[in-house]
């Protein structure tokens, strides 16, 4: 099934979790991919894991000359680039009377200023291939859950974001969307403070009496949503749900 046959895609924060599974959906499918991330070993690994055209470069994407030589690297893998898919990001959990303002700084750096400079970085390349820009949502923007206002803060940024790259870049035939998934296992949690990955895969299990569909999802069940959004030529400013309907507030017995 080769629907994103020779498309060249940079998918930022891709050793693990969505970006990870983004990855491996979009090389089966035969695009050229690069991934990027801060973990070299965890980008060796899905490298390694994944059979096809794909290849990683170590950076951070709060770093200048890193995102430029990201953007670089996917030009040169891919002989042009098609599509940014700007997923890194960082979680900061807590209340409001324990907020530290270096922590706000930090990760609206990482998950909202990172992608915006990455598009500014790709911008000429994407003019030349009438490519796209996908972001990440996250359903923290349509249920509230409590401790975790910085995050759904940059959440909210990026969905108010795609629709304003997608009015100012239409003239330039660049498509901007946005993915805004539900509870998928990721290691996100684990870094914000959890003690280990299968506390958080616990945690994620147990809720799924939250959702419509009666479970949380998969990172292949999200990529679908990005691949849709690359190839939809006439789809720009789309915010696309795949929550398994987290979002809509239900709770089963």
Request: charged residues 20%; contains cysteine; proline residues 2%.
């Amino acid at each position: 099934m080769a629907t994103l046959n020779g498309k060249s895609v940079l998918i930022t924060g891709g050793g693990s979790g969505i970006g990870r599974g983004v990855a491996q959906h979009f090389v089966q499918r035969g695009a050229k991919v690069v991934i990027t991330g801060r973990r070299e070993a965890k980008l060796q690994e899905t490298c390694n894991a994944i059979s096809g055209d794909i290849t990683y470069f170590t950076g951070d994407v709060t770093d200048d000359e890193h995102r430029k030589a990201m953007i670089e690297k996917a030009v040169v893998y891919g002989g042009k680039l098609d599509a940014l898919i700007s997923n890194a990001g960082n979680m900061y959990r807590c209340d409001v009377a324990e907020f530290e303002e270096q922590k706000l700084i930090e990760v609206f750096h990482s998950n909202v200023i990172g992608g915006m400079m990455l598009v500014k970085e790709a911008f000429e390349h994407l003019k030349e291939s009438k490519g796209c820009v996908v972001f990440v949502g996250s359903v923290h923007t349509q249920r509230a859950f409590p401790n975790a206002s910085p995050y759904a803060a940059t959440k909210g940024a990026l969905e108010a974001l795609t629709g304003v790259l997608a009015a100012e870049l239409g003239k330039d035939e660049i498509r901007v969307g946005c993915v805004r998934p539900g509870g998928v296992p990721t290691e996100i949690n684990v870094r914000a403070g959890l003690s280990s990955q299968e506390e958080s895969d616990k945690r994620l299990a147990d809720m799924g009496n939250l959702h419509a569909l009666g479970r949380p999802g998969t990172s292949a069940e999200v990529a679908e949503a990005f691949e849709y959004l690359v190839n939809a030529n006439w789809a720009t400013g789309n915010v696309l749900t795949i929550d398994g309907g987290l979002g809509l507030g239900v709770t089963y017995e």
